[in-house]
C-alpha cells in the first residue's frame, strides 16, 4: 500500500497514515451465485476455483495479498492471464487504466478509506472481467466490499439476477460511492484549517497548507484518470459487457464527475487559504507596524523638546526660571496628550 504519510505529512490531526504492511500470503475467497444458488468459501488453492469456471453461475473470486509470485503464475496459469496484465498487478504504482485482452478485462483503480483512526489509506486494486467470473485483486484484507457481499448473501437488490458484468459495474461503484466519504473527512479538515489560519497564523499553519495542498494533487492523480476508465467501458464493443450496463455506467460516470468536482473545488479552497495566510500575516505585521509607527511619532517632538534643552548653552532662559522643568514636562506632557487626542478621531488605532 502507498504510504502516504511518508509523501505528504498530516494535514490536519490524523488525516493521513501509514500504509499498512504488505500481505506476504495471499488469501483467495470466492462467492458464485445465481438467482437460486449460492456459494461462499475460502480456497486453498487457485486450482480449487477451476470447478466454478465456465458455468451457468456467476463467480466472484476476491485476492487479498498480490505479492505472492507462486499464486498469480497460477491465476496466469488457469485463468490464461496475459504476463503483463500479471505485472501490472504486483506492481501496485499503476494509474487507474482498462485494458480490454479480448476474452476478458483488466481494471486498475485506487481504494481510499478510512482506517480506525480517521486516517486515509490507499491501496491498489485490480479487477478482471471475464464471461462468467470476476476477480478482484487487493494489496492486503480489508475493503470497502462488504455491502457487496452482503446483498449477495442475503439475495437483496438485483445483484443475483445479473450477469459478471453487473458485479464488475458494482464493485467500481462502491470504490467511487466511497470517495465521497473520504472527500466529506478532506472538507472538514479544510474548514478547520481555514479557521486557523484567519484567527491564529503560524508556521506550523503555513506547512498544514502545503501538506494539504500535496495530498489533493495525490487525490487528483488517483481520480482523475477514472473518468477516462468509466467512458472507454460505456463506449466498449466488448461482448463482456451487456448493454443493459450502460445505464449503470453513465450512473457511475456521473458519480466521477461528481467526485472529480470535489477534488477541484478543494483545490482551489486549499490555493486559496495561502493567500488568505499571506494576507493574515501582512495584516498582523500592518498593525505592528502601525503601533509603532504612533509610537514613534508621539515621542518626535518630545524627543525635540528634550534635545532643545539639553543643549550645553550657557544662556537658555528656562535654565534659570525656578518653575522651568515642570514647565517643559507639562509642555511635553500636552504635546503627547494632544496628538493621542488627534490620532483618536483620526481613528488610526
Known sequence: MNDIISKYGTPSGSLIHVGQKKMEKAHITVMDYDADNFTEKILNSVEESKKFINTSSVTWINVDGVHDASVMEDFGKYFNLHPLLLEDIMNTEQRPKVEDFGEYMYFVLKMLYLNDHDNICSEQVSIVLGKDFVISFQERSGDV??????????????IRNFHADYLMYALIDSIIDHYFVILETVGDSIEKLEDEVVKTPATKTLQLIHRMKRMMMYLRKSVWPLREVINAMH???????????????????????????????????????????LSSISNKMNEVMKVLTIIATIFIPLTFIAGIYGMNFAY??????KWGYFAVLGVMLGVFVGMLIYFKRKKWF
Open 235 to 277: 463506449h466498449s464493443e466488448t461482448d463482456l459487457i451487456d448493454s443493459s450496463i450502460n445505464v449503470y455506467l453513465r450512473d457511475v460516470y456521473d458519480h466521477t464527475i461528481q467526485v472529480i468536482d470535489t477534488i477541484e473545488s478543494n483545490r482551489d479552497m486549499v490555493s486559496g487559504l495561502l493567500d488568505i495566510y
Open 316 to 321: 537658555i532662559p528656562e535654565l534659570q526660571w
Open 145 to 158: 466490499f462488504d455491502s457487496i457481499r452482503q446483498r449477495i448473501r442475503n439475495k437483496k437488490g438485483r
